[in-house]
């Protein structure tokens, strides 16, 4: 049965790893065997899909091997990343900021980088305070909620559109006013007004729930602030595991393109999918209605990518420079007309 790990990144990440470390051995994983992390939320469809019709030991036993997969459900990347370059995970998954950051900061050592991408969803810039109609309307008294301040998806998105609008030496500006509160919280802190929290960059399905309140109102998305589609969330591992497991990859990133197909086949059936794995206590015509919804494309494609690599260099967050999306990508998605 699948174990999952609730915590709180910044206080609890230590805890986590260490139970992580306690129960899966240190010594490298034979070929056969997987252990992947989630987080939370619909983004992680594909995953479910694999999960649910047991894809990666379908095309395991094509590639000739029993492949053990071990499923764990993390929310926040800051305790994957430890356990991932810890061994104790082989693949995790998160936004691709943090991901980039990986890639960067291991560049040389772990060589730690992208699988797939895990679909392009955008992210809604919400507020409930009547006198903001636009980002520039966002004042020393406005709060906005994102998951991780100043380093997350929403953070680093937030900084590439402040460095447009008002120069690169304000690209923090947003993260001043910024305040770290998970999306639930966020969500019922902006419907119900009467706290600090006056806005929230949010993903699905929390800005489909908080447009339902006349107080809150959409001012930006990323895909607004991207030019388009984007990729959310990626899975990433370690050239070791790369390495180390050519079947046992080769078999996974099988299953995520089978995922894809199948969802895009029957968006229905895939909500229903979603529901079931995740236990999910959402209403089934809202977890459709996002499925379905055309901006949300549930591909392993990335697309845009290499803005955040090309930006975040420009602006200093990441030190090694990216000649283009293949540089954080693994070869087995080479093929695909990613960006």
Do not use: C
């Not at 049965?1 to 306690?22: D, I, N, S, Y």
């Not at 460095?163 to 947003?174: D, L, N, P, W």
């Not at 078999?251 to 968006?267: G, N, P, S, T, W």
């Amino acid at each position: 049965m699948q174990k999952k790990t609730h915590f709180r990144p910044a206080r609890l990440a230590a805890g986590v790893l260490a139970g992580l470390l306690g129960s899966v051995s240190l010594l490298a994983r034979a070929e056969g065997e997987i252990s992947i992390a989630q987080q939370f939320g619909i983004g992680y469809l594909l995953l479910d899909v694999v999960r649910d019709q047991k894809l990666i030991e379908k095309h395991g036993k094509e590639q000739g091997i029993d492949i053990q997969v071990e499923w764990r459900s993390i929310s926040g990347a800051t305790a994957m990343n430890e356990a991932l370059l810890a061994g104790a995970l082989d693949v995790v998954s998160a936004g691709v900021p943090p991901m980039l950051t990986m890639w960067d900061r291991t560049r040389g050592r772990q060589n730690v980088k992208a699988i797939a991408a895990l679909g392009s969803l955008p992210n809604y810039l919400l507020s409930n305070n009547p006198a903001v109609k636009s980002l520039d309307d966002l004042g020393e008294k406005d709060r906005i909620a994102v998951p991780a301040a100043g380093v997350g998806f929403q953070s680093r998105t937030l900084q590439i559109e402040a460095a447009k609008r008002y120069g690169k030496e304000r690209f923090k500006r947003f993260d001043d006013i910024s305040v770290s509160l998970p999306h639930p919280d966020a969500t019922a802190a902006l419907t119900s007004g009467g706290s600090e929290v006056t806005a929230h960059f949010s993903s699905a399905p929390f800005y489909y729930q908080a447009l339902e309140s006349p107080k809150v109102r959409k001012l930006i998305s990323s895909y607004d602030i991207l030019g388009g589609p984007a990729t959310f969330n990626v899975l990433y591992t370690t050239e070791k595991f790369h390495k180390d497991n050519p079947k046992t990859y080769r078999a996974f990133y099988a299953a995520l393109a089978e995922a894809e197909r199948i969802v895009k086949a029957d968006k229905p059936a895939a909500a229903q999918t979603y529901i079931r794995v995740e236990n999910s206590k959402l209403a089934p015509e809202l977890v459709e209605k996002i499925v379905e919804d055309e901006e949300n494309d549930f591909t392993i494609v990335p697309q845009r990518t290499f803005i955040y690599a090309e930006k975040l260099h420009e602006l200093g967050v990441l030190k090694n420079k990216a000649a283009s999306w293949k540089d954080y990508f693994f070869e087995e998605a080479h093929d695909a007309e990613g960006s």
